[in-house]
């Protein structure tokens, strides 16, 4: 099993890439911590990953955990690759805030 980095605080004004850049980051990092193994393809879909139902509900629960936002059970099925979940993961930071 692929352990896990410190995470950083995503949201943090002074991510020098922005917000978006550094979720996408975490969410790879999830992703490979989820199913043992890293992905080296360029923002594939989750299913193309490898992920299951219940692959993808332990993804959306380690996120919750690293993001503190209130994610819903679809958001991974709305949003099926890394970069439109990290787009959307800023706009619920928006809105939750």
Known sequence: MIEEPPVPNVFDKS???GAEHALIE???RAAAAVLGRQTTAADPTFHDMGFDSMGLLELCNKLTA???LTLPVTV???HPTPS???RELVRLNTAQR
């Open 84 to 86: 439109a979940l990290a």
């Open 76 to 78: 991974l099925f709305d």
């Open 26 to 28: 975490v969410i790879y």
């Open 15 to 17: 991510q020098p890439l």
């Open 66 to 68: 690293h993001t503190g």
